[in-house]
């Protein structure tokens, strides 16, 4: 675990306080929900579809107006300053960037052009630097430089999605599912990655994660939200041992020996879903692409109008 006696005396990297999530004014998407990330942690958030791990994402990176959201309640800490009313660019500065679920690539720009995207608040020798850090990290992308992005694999997208956010030289890393259909050799290789940029860098990580086992494998704490909640929370150790998990979340059934309908409502009960439908897939589309321009800035707006209709896509 990266908390050293050290880490413990600083304030958290990361510290979210009861807050609560609400979208266009009534649909309540997370309520209540508390987490902290120390300095050179990881951290996993996990849970099913609609748990509301992306929401709480989108709250930390201060990108929820864009999707007619906001935080009702509570507070963020960013290092110990309160970030739950700043815009997505304080934060950036503030040393927190989101590699955003599905990547949102600038996908008719090239691999350098989305590089230079996340440098956007860099100057011109922090860029060479970030570039060549990239590069190092992520080889393959050297070699397809030039290439447009969305013509990439899924894998190597997902690896210029990271590089993008690491060019801004984050101190805290926000990944939304970062496994989200890869295939399990490229899904290896982005956790070690993963693993690796903490070693080396001591960068302090939030992963969000539906992927279970890979995350509770390299995390050293993890939160479980469900219906919007956390519902359980614990060491990676810790969370391993625990039955529900393993049945749950890590797919070790114990079906055999739970043959009483006691265990069978126990099971419901932990699976109960939100009721409220989730708005249609294309306004849901829309606005998450609104939310990564916010998060990106007014200054990216500028590096990529060249293409700004498509570039999204
Ligand atoms: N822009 C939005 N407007 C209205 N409701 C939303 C919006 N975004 C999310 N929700 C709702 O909030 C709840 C939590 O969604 P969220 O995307 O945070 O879950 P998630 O845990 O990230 O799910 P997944 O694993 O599928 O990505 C869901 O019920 C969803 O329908
Ligand atoms: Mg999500």
Redesign the pocket.
Known sequence: MASTSDSVNLPPALAVHNIQ?V??GA?E??RDVSLEVRQGQIVALL????????????AISGVLEA???EIEKGSIQLFGEGVERAPAPTIVRRGMVQVP?GRRLFASLTVDENLVVGAHLQDARSLAQGREYVYGLFPRLADRRKQIAGYLSGGEQQMVAIGRALMSRPRVLAL??PSLGLAPLIVSEIFDTIGRLRESTNLTILL?E?NASRALAICDYAYI?EN?RVVLDGTSEQLRRNQDVREFYLGMSTQAQRTSMKDVKHYKRRKRW?S????KAA??LL??RRSWTCAVSPNALAVCARSMTSACR
């Open positions: 999530i979208y266009g649909i998407a997370v849970g099913s579809n609609g748990a509301g791990k992306s929401s709480v994402l989108k999707e007619d959201g679920e939304d599912e969000v539906q939200m919007g939100r409220c439908p989730p708005p306004s849901m606005l998450s």
